[in-house]
């Protein structure tokens, strides 16, 4: 299977001297396009480092990424507009759906092309696509605000989906859901990574999905371990 | 690409339309200021029309008759219009008192002026019902923001006066509605001394020798007539042939009559150069208060809003949106808002002008100006808000 997103040995330190804090110590992880895999640690393990060097947020100490078979970080950044990256290449889904509360459940989807230069026709039949195929077409004129936690989760979901990036990273999609509600969302989420060739890293604390996971990546202070389960989805 | 600002407006219109009211309703308090002004030029201009005068001839040396006392004797207007380039002159006597109307007074500019012929400088114009003064004495007309009518009567001093017309936007410099009378009644009014006073002047003469000589009552009786009168005028009113220049016939009249003279830009300029000059600066010290009361509430409404979204701003960096696109959408809502303030403030100040109890003139060119003020003043005030929103990092999209 192809590579969705490499990472070699990215360190992140924030400070210097004395007072510098290793974040990330030499991460290294490979996720092949079409697949999900959790990323899990306690709690200042290194892990919303990791997801904001992953997403080009912040910039790494030094490593190599590489989206696809684009080189996008070696011991400095290779592309020069790490928005335009972020646009089209990464996908985010967060915690809560942090849905643009004055644009309808269409427009939320379509803001991405349109932002990357689709026309507002155009990149509004993409979304009412997407989000038909996420089972939630049927709220595609509604305002977020109208839509239950599930449904506002699915237009997330559609929005990291609509430029169809080689990677999305989903920061603990499932925490403001119930058992049930959360599976369901991994599951989605599988489908759709099979379905768009999409990379999927999933940061989750939730102990009810973490089986689901065929791999893990464990992030104990700074470094990545990889885990291999028997049982996934 | 949408209109982000658009939408978000149309999502909390109401939010959006409160807030822009109350902007609003400042925006008319700064509109209505401006129109003070306006208005005390016009009314200062109003008077200059109406008196319908091309030269002011008063006492000399002084800046009168509105913005100084000035007196001079009413025969100085026989030689002057008896020269060259002179149409018409006419005595006018200016009194500002209080006039007793039913259970309240009001404020009145007494205007004394020759009716002795129809169209002298000086006379009421504007007559909106009722007919000019034709009897000699008693008659008086006066503007309707007087609250008089027609048939009213009212006293001014010792004397009763029926009102026989009235006129409109007939004011003072400082606005207050004018009652004219005929000349002779105006000086009455004006110079007349009390009964006491008059006892007492009588007393003096009859107990001076050479005021009231012995066997010959006559010299004291014309003492007494001469001291009891008055035909002082406070201005005489010059129009000009439409072949005369203005200036020219100043200088011969300060030349030959050792009179002050203002042509009409120079009268102009006392009353709104230094009349109202004060009051001017106090209304420009107001606006210039107002403007920065404005920009500070729009900046402060604008960054509130703003830093309320701070994390649909991270959100939307996060997922590739320009700064200046954020920029445009701050910019675009501040300017919103100055649009709906604006037009709420231009309704209230048109609203509640009428019920200033001076002239308030709200001119188009100050509205333009006073959209263009607000638009740019919003667009200042956005700036702190465009820079909070520009500083904010897509990281706290993600986790914390």
Known sequence: MAEGIILENVVKTYGSGDTAVHALRGVDMAVAKGEVVGLIGPSGSGKSTLLKCLGAVIEPTSGKMTIGDQCIYDNGWKVRDLRALRRDMIGFIFQAPYLIPFLDVTDNVALLPMLAGKANAEARKMARDLLDALDVGHRAAGMPSQLSGGEQQRVAIARALINRPPVILADEPTAPLDGQRALAVVGLLNDMARQFDTAIIIVTHDEKIIPTFKRLYNIRDGRTVEEVQGQAA | ?400
């Open chain 2, 1 to 400: 690409m949408i209109s982000l600002a658009g939408r978000d407006i149309l999502h909390g219109w109401g939010k959006f339309v409160l807030t822009g009211m109350g902007l609003g309703l400042l925006i008319g308090v700064t509109l209505s200021m401006a129109g003070v002004y306006r208005g005390m030029v016009d009314d200062a201009q109003a008077l200059l029309d109406n008196s319908r005068a091309d030269l002011w001839v008063v006492q000399k040396d002084t800046l009168g008759p509105y913005a100084e006392p000035s007196s001079l004797t009413e025969d100085s207007e026989r030689p002057i219009q008896a020269m060259r380039g002179v149409a018409q002159a006419a005595g006018v006597t200016y009194l500002t008192m209080q006039i007793a109307h039913g259970d309240k007074d009001v404020r009145v500019m007494v205007v004394g002026a020759e009716m002795g012929e129809p169209g002298l400088p000086g006379q009421p114009t504007h007559l909106i019902s009722g007919r000019q003064i034709v009897r000699g004495h008693y008659e008086a007309v006066a503007d309707v923001k007087t609250g008089f009518a027609i048939g009213d009567h009212v006293r001014v001093r010792r004397n009763l006066y029926t009102i026989v017309g009235l006129t409109s936007r007939m004011v003072s410099s400082g606005g207050d509605p004018m009652l004219f009378l005929s000349l002779k009644d105006a000086q009455t009014a004006q110079f007349q001394k009390d009964s006491d006073a008059i006892v007492r002047q009588r007393a003096r003469t009859a107990a001076n020798p050479q005021l009231n000589p012995p066997g010959n009552p006559a010299v004291a009786q014309a003492v007494n007539a001469v001291q009891s009168g008055n035909t002082n005028v406070n201005a005489i009113l010059v129009t000009i042939t439409p072949d005369a220049n203005p200036d020219e016939v100043a200088a011969d009249i300060r030349r030959w009559q050792r009179l002050t003279v203002y042509t009409r830009a120079e009268m102009e300029e006392i009353l709104v150069q230094k009349l109202i000059a004060n009051s001017a600066r106090q209304i420009a010290m107001f606006l210039v208060i107002l403007s920065i009361v404005s920009a500070a509430i729009v900046a402060f409404i604008i960054y509130t809003m703003t830093i309320g979204k701070i994390r649909e701003i991270a959100v939307l960096k996060l997922i590739g949106t320009r700064n200046r696109t954020i920029s445009w959408m701050i910019l675009q809502q501040a300017l919103g808002l100055g649009l709906i303030g604006f037009i709420v403030g231009k309704i209230a100040a048109s609203l509640w002008a009428p019920f200033f109890p001076k002239y308030v003139l709200l001119l188009p060119s100050d509205s333009i100006l006073g959209f263009v003020a607000v638009m740019l003043i919003c667009t200042l005030a956005s700036f702190l808000a465009i820079q909070a929103a520009i500083k904010v990092d897509p990281a706290e999209a993600i986790g914390g």
